[in-house]
């Protein structure tokens, strides 16, 4: 067992073989006592090294003189735990960690495979991988160790969180969204999600290569957005919309000018010619302000060609239509929602969040004036993303927005290993929009829409 009776074993004359790695890894729980040791060295550490000098220095030879240092303290310490060389090499490297980087998050930011760090307290880190859940052996040595990390990574970004202010959205150097909760409002201890984001952004290929759409679709997605249609990109919690705005993103011409507007900015857009704009929260007195509407505003004084807003979620998408429908083709933007249609309901819920006396009916035919394609996209049982369905706004009947589906994957089971089974094919309607295609020089085959291009996977 790890450190086992360790209180009365650690000065005795026969040290055990502590073998902490492997413990680790076999997900048995490391004891107070190595959280205890760390925490020492690391408060010894802080009073012996300049803080302020460790930006200018070279890397290599600040990793050598931390370590030699971290030595020291470890044969100085009285009340040192008997540590053999590969537990030696694990502390030290924990250590740099919470000197130089996010402490016991470092691990998880550094390996590929991860896509989501969720915090819960300090006692338990959970990582998504490949789209499932699972408990990992790391943890903080107590809630103020963990209230440090979220105070350096939020001030980073010229936020804040206190108890005045206990919810915060920041980032990551690397562009990954964090969001933070604290108590009061997170009852048991501080709450950390971070959604990570590849260094390398993914392309199309990259999505034809994890099934998420067909080659065919890919083309088409190129087409609609070199055509300058306006589309919504509409899916739940985690069913990649952010992925695919910035692979739809790819597609949008150098020469033209795109504003992004985002609460925490993530997009990763490739072109030069790209404005960022990100909100701001209120200062401590609550003054200074700054929502999605006001950038969405201001973006229209900017001579933007292309508006990109992260994700629609409050009153700001009144002005995001309006954009749409006053020249600003092209526009992309998210939405949470689980089907296309209660995307567009959802759109009009937040159109009326901006208190503007517009009757429901011309409210309906404005969007279905401004919008021209929906892309819903979900997360399947087996972690798998999928682009579920692509429907086309075609206008009005009556007081309803009609839409027809182009494109569609049906599921149809699980096989034994758990893994989604189903058909990504084309629903044999040949959309209005391959007008603007043909107007802007477009090819696409002129069977492409035949429901006989059918591929299962």
């Known amino acids: 067992m790890l450190f086992s009776s360790r209180k009365k074993e650690a000065k005795s004359s026969a040290k055990p073989n502590l073998n902490v790695i492997s413990d680790a890894e076999d997900g048995h729980a490391i004891p107070e006592e190595y959280f205890e040791l760390k925490s020492r060295i690391h408060s010894r550490l802080l009073d012996l090294i300049d803080l302020s000098l460790l930006d200018n220095l070279d890397p290599s030879l600040l990793q050598v003189q931390l370590r030699n240092i971290v030595e020291r303290i470890l044969n100085e310490d009285s009340d040192s735990l008997p540590l053999n060389m590969e537990e030696r090499q ?101 709450i950390v999600s971070i959604r990570r984001f590849a260094v390398d952004p993914l392309e199309i290929d990259d999505l034809v290569a994890y099934k998420t759409l067909i080659p065919q679709i890919g083309e088409l997605l190129k087409g609609m957005v070199k055509a300058r249609l306006n589309i919504i990109i509409s ?8 992925t695919m705005l910035n692979v739809m993103s790819r597609f949008i011409p150098a020469t033209e000018r795109i504003v992004t507007i985002e609460d925490s900015a993530e997009l990763q857009l490739k072109q030069k010619h790209v404005v960022r704009l990100e909100t701001r929260p209120s200062n401590i007195e609550g003054k200074g302000e700054v929502t999605q509407r006001d950038l969405v505003k201001n973006s229209l004084r900017m001579r933007p060609d292309r508006i990109i807003v992260g994700e629609v ?3 700001e998408a009144l002005d995001m239509l309006q954009a749409m429908n006053t020249g600003h083709d092209g526009s992309l933007t ?43 996209l979900s997360r399947l049982a087996d972690g798998s993303r999928k682009l579920i369905s692509l429907q086309e706004i075609t206008g009005m009947e009556g007081n309803v927005i009609t839409m027809q589906e182009i494109f569609s994957f049906r599921q149809s089971t699980v096989d034994a290993e758990g893994n989604v089974k189903g058909t990504f094919r084309f629903e044999g309607v040949r959309p209005k929009f ?5 107007a802007a020089g477009i090819q696409i085959p002129y069977d492409l829409f035949d429901p006989s291009n059918a591929m299962e996977i």
């Open 90 to 190: 694990k502390l030290f490297a924990e250590i740099e960690d919470e000197v130089l980087g996010l402490g016991p998050l470092e691990p998880f930011l550094q390996d590929p495979t991860v896509s989501d760090v969720l915090v819960n307290t300090y006692k338990r880190i959970y990582v998504e991988r490949f789209g499932k859940l699972e408990a990992t052996s790391g943890r903080f040595k107590d809630n103020d160790h963990l209230m440090k990390i979220i105070d350096r990574i939020v001030s980073s970004v010229g936020r804040r969180i206190d108890e005045s202010s206990p919810m915060v959205d920041a980032r990551l150097a690397d562009g990954s969204r964090v969001n933070a909760i604290i108590p009061p409002l997170a009852i048991d201890g501080p």
């Open 235 to 242: 899916g739940g919690t985690g069913s990649g919309k952010t």
């Open 313 to 315: 979620r409050g009153n």
């Open 334 to 376: 998210t939405i949470h929602a689980n089907t296309s249609r209660d995307a567009l309901m959802r759109l009009e819920t937040m159109v009326a969040m901006a208190k503007v006396d517009i009757p429901s009916e011309f409210l309906r035919r404005y969007i279905s004036s401004a919008v021209h394609i929906i892309i819903q």
């Open 434 to 438: 391959l007008e603007k295609f043909q």
